[in-house]
């Protein structure tokens, strides 16, 4: 994969930061020309409501809302009624976990890891909430979840690919065991869906959540999947115009899905971005782009694995962490590794507990820095990445 060809269509490589080394894609990736392009499209041409107005500007909204969903759900292998459109994947989980009529009393069964979208909304529910967890190698302990998973276990609802370890589940072998057992399944799909090819029919998922800003398109448009019969048995969290066919003082007639979930305005340029991101996903090759971080990965385990003033948050051996690297210096504190290397280096990375407190807390752990890499990233930044944290170790540890 040419990465430097790629670096061409994003602004921020053409703009007065241009030498910025981005490696904080885990939270939000850059934005191709080709998505702006497409948003602006929205504004400047047919800049009106769709599905409500029928005059030719209000068509045209309504077209392209279709088109997008069409491409997302073409992107993940499923029908476009199955693309519920949120405002983020937190609202997605959220209206998974609330909107599902699970037996009350019953169990849901999470990870230790869980990024606080897929920790805290399961708090307030009525299940009762256990937990698989993760050994000191940082792999997914099947044996563990084998055991955890009893006959209460009404869902399972799992990170797919974790935003601290950059670890992925089994889910193939997640999901037929829960099936198995009766349960549904949910995967917080945020950090694997921009990463790796995703079929949720292959996978037998029952639902799925990711967000587009972690996938070259705009914020503020996430997705939820879920199969029809799921759908079918779900409540809306809000509900109000765009979602009913029909109301009187006493009734209202919901329309069906999607639509029934989707209340409201709905952000038409993001989601219209959101299809635009689709299709350069897809033109580069989600393939590729999963083997181009794992090279990038590679090259800056190998730079910094034997530093002993380093540690990676295991797993140490790179091709088992996506394209995130989580470290700690000896003696520093993660929001001073990330302050030092904005300002001496413009290297920009996150630091701190990743929205994913528990995990910490359980460890003992205040926070981790954080580099992650995505697809116009390339070996040269990750050599002066190496050669920055190389420096800070020899000027700051202790």
């Not at 499923?78 to 519920?84: F, S, V």
Request: charged share 20%; glycine share 8%; with cysteine.
């Amino acid at each position: 994969m040419d990465a430097a060809r790629l670096r061409l269509d994003f602004p921020l490589y053409d703009s007065e930061n241009k030498d910025v080394i981005y490696l904080d894609n885990a939270c939000q990736t850059l934005r191709p020309k080709q998505v702006i392009a497409a948003m602006d499209e929205y504004y400047y041409q047919f800049p009106a409501c769709g599905g409500r107005s029928i005059h030719r500007l209000a068509t045209q909204v309504s077209l392209k809302i279709d088109e997008a969903r069409e491409k997302i759900a073409a992107f993940i292998g499923c029908a476009p009624r199955n693309i519920i459109f949120t405002k983020n994947c937190t609202e997605a989980l959220n209206l998974a976990a609330k909107g599902y009529p699970f037996a009350k009393g019953s169990a849901v069964l999470t990870t230790d890891l869980e990024h606080n979208s897929n920790h805290v909304p399961w708090m307030s529910s009525r299940l009762q909430h256990k937990f698989v967890r993760t050994p000191a190698s940082g792999l997914f302990d099947f044996n563990a979840y084998q055991q955890q998973l009893t006959k209460d276990v009404s869902v399972v609802s799992m990170v797919h690919t974790n935003n601290v370890t950059g670890t992925t589940l089994p889910a193939r072998e997640i999901i037929s065991a829960a099936h198995d057992n009766g349960s549904l399944v949910i995967l917080d799909g945020a950090q694997s869906v921009p990463h790796q090819k995703i079929d949720v029919k292959a996978l037998d998922v029952d639902m799925l959540a990711f967000s587009l800003h972690k996938m070259l398109g705009p914020s503020g448009v996430g997705v939820l999947y879920a199969k029809d019969e799921v759908l079918e048995k779900m409540s809306p969290l809000i509900s109000g115009g765009g979602s009913v066919g029909t109301t009187d003082y006493e009734n209202v007639a919901f329309l069906p899905p999607p639509e029934k979930f989707e209340a409201g305005l709905l952000n038409y340029s993001g989601i219209i971005g959101a299809g635009a991101a689709v299709d350069y996903l897809q033109q580069v090759g989600m393939e590729e782009i999963a083997a181009h971080e794992q090279e990038l990965n590679r090259c800056l385990t190998a730079g910094l694995q034997d530093n002993e003033a380093v540690t990676i948050l295991p797993p140490v051996d790179a091709a088992q962490r996506s394209g995130i690297f989580s470290f700690n210096i000896r003696g520093m504190d993660s929001h001073d590794i990330a302050m030092i290397c904005d300002e001496i280096a413009g290297i920009a990375i996150r630091s701190g507990m990743h929205c994913a407190h528990p995990f910490f807390v359980a460890r003992g752990i205040n926070g981790c820095a954080r580099a992650s890499l995505y697809l116009y990233n390339t070996k040269e930044e990750c050599r002066r990445f190496v050669e920055t944290i190389d420096y800070i170790v020899r000027t700051f540890s202790s």
